[in-house]
Each structure stands twice: as C-alpha cells, then as structure tokens.
T-cell receptor
C-alpha cells in the first residue's frame, strides 16, 4: 500500500471510447500530479494541481482532461485517444508544490496501464 | 535550466557485488536530489533524498548516495546486490523553480 491508489490498474479502450482514470490519496498532501510513462522515454509531466488549482499543463492534447474536485482526488478523463497514447499513467502527490513541499519527494501510485486499440 | 543525466541505461551486476548507479545534475542553485526505484508494473518509490543536510544519505533497502557538489553528482550505491534489487532506478532534481526533473532511468539487472 503506497498511500496513493489508482484505479483501474489496467484499461483497454477503443479510440472512440470515453473513460476516466482515478487517483486517490489520504496522506494529507495538497499537490497532485499526472505523469505519462512510455517505453524507452523519460517520465512526462502532464498536469499539476496545487490546493485544487491547476498550476501546470505541459502542452497536453485536449483529449486528456484532468479534474481535481478536492485535494484528495484527481481524475484524468480520456476521449478519442490515439494508439500512441498507450502508456503507464502515474499519479503522484506531495505535501505541496512549493518551498518545503518539494523537498519531501513524491508518493506515487501503482499506475494505470492504458492500451488504446 | 536544471537537468539530470544517468550514465548507462542498463547496468548488470552479479549477486553480492557492488551496485553503482550514476547520476549527474545541473542546477543553478543547491538542489534537492532524489533517487526513486520502480519495480515491474509498479509506480515509483522514494529510495532516498538529499535536502542540504548530510552529504551522505542513507535510504531504504541498504542503498545510499553521496552528494558531491564539486562533481555535481549524486551516485547511488549498495555494497552487495540482491536479486530483489532488479528494477528501474530514477534520479531526480528539484530546485527553487519547484519543478522536479527526472532522469531517463537506469535498469538494474542482478545476475545470480
């Protein structure tokens, strides 16, 4: 148990489907992150939320839509994805995004393995 | 701009041998430095971190890393490799910009 729970663990979806990834943490953290991990590529930061406000969007295509209803929950809504979007999607949390918060490091979930067919 | 390089995308060691995974960073200010480990089909787990206290940092599972400012390095070591150490290892750096940059990762194989 890592403290950050991601569901589902595996997801297969067609290019016309709509699905959502869920991330939940009860660590009292105030910053949450979505990362994409593709084979043979470095970790790609997608979105950052700090105290429920989106603070970063790293030029992510609009077919990925994040939602952060509170500091404990983070969603990634997916629609009309492409096969190249197949990857491991990792959620992480930290105390906060700034100052001392970044010194504590991140707690990651186990990820959602997404396959787009 | 800060960056992280990890020399060697793949490292193989024999069981019981020394593990040395290299990490070099660039940062305009004293950084915070981290090592994470990722086991197959899992997320990343924090192994250890340097936050401007002792330069030799001890982490979980017998790993340690030494911050060397003059060499801008933060190499990860373990005296004796175990089969269970086989995983992907990521070095990361964070500075006052609040961005955390991850290195490309080093895959460690342990040969029985």
């Amino acid at each position: 148990e890592t403290g950050v729970t991601q569901t589902p663990r595996h997801l297969v979806m067609g290019m016309t489907n709509k699905k959502s990834l869920k991330c939940e943490q009860h660590l009292g953290h105030n910053a949450m992150y979505w990362y994409k991990q593709s084979a043979k590529k470095p970790l790609e930061l997608m979105f950052v939320y700090n105290f429920k406000e989106q603070t970063e969007n790293n030029s992510v295509p609009s077919r990925f839509s994040p939602e952060c209803p509170n500091s404990s929950h983070l969603f990634l809504h997916l629609h009309t994805l492409q096969p190249e979007d197949s990857a491991l999607y990792l959620c992480a949390s930290s105390q906060d995004q700034t100052g001392g918060g970044r010194a504590y490091g991140y707690t990651f979930g186990s990820g959602t393995r997404l396959t787009v067919v | 701009a800060q960056s992280v390089t990890q020399l060697g995308s793949h490292v193989s060691v024999s069981e019981g041998a020394l593990v040395l995974l290299r990490c070099n960073y660039s940062s305009s200010v004293p950084p915070y430095l981290f090592w994470y480990v990722q086991y197959p089909n899992q997320g990343l787990q924090l192994l250890l971190k340097y936050t401007s206290a002792a330069t030799l940092v001890k982490g979980i599972n017998g790993f340690e890393a030494e911050f060397k400012k003059s060499e801008t390095s933060f190499h990860l070591t373990k005296p004796s490799a175990h089969m269970s150490d086989a995983a992907e290892y990521f070095c990361a750096v964070s500075d006052v910009s609040d961005k955390v940059i991850f290195g490309p990762g080093t895959s460690l194989s342990v040969i029985p």
